[in-house]
């Protein structure tokens, strides 16, 4: 990762989690209210990522709610987003309980 990259996750930190990594919630320039209802009107956020500082490794995550994958698979033959997560809806509250949940889950020890 440059410089450059690695400064523009660490300054988008939106939540640090309590983890043996200690890893941090990435949204790449950060996330307005607007932002926040954007994501749930279209039922997607890429652009996020679990980032670890200490080491400089981050991992994509793109989520996708129920109906926005529907639609772009009425579209395209597949979808191959790296760190797709499907969830019911796509809000920074869920967005947080999910990565809880993955991170108790040892999802990072799956992405190496």
């Known amino acids: 990762m440059n410089e450059a990259n690695f400064l523009t996750l660490r300054d988008s930190i939106i939540k640090t989690f309590d983890n043996p990594l200690n890893l941090s919630l990435c949204i790449v320039h950060g996330l307005s209210n607007r932002d926040e209802n954007e994501m749930r009107s279209r039922g997607w956020l890429g652009y996020a990522y679990l980032f670890d500082s200490n080491n400089e490794n981050y991992w994509p995550l793109n989520f ?11 579209i395209a033959d597949y979808i ?29 020890k799956y992405q190496k």
């Not at 996708?64 to 009425?74: A, I, K």
């Not at 920074?92 to 990072?108: E, F, G, Q, V």
């Open 64 to 74: 996708y709610d129920t109906v926005r994958l529907t639609q772009d698979l009425e």
């Open 80 to 108: 191959d987003d790296v760190g797709i997560i499907i969830v019911k809806e796509v809000t920074l509250m869920t967005i947080i309980d999910t990565c809880c949940s993955i991170l108790k889950n040892d999802y990072i």
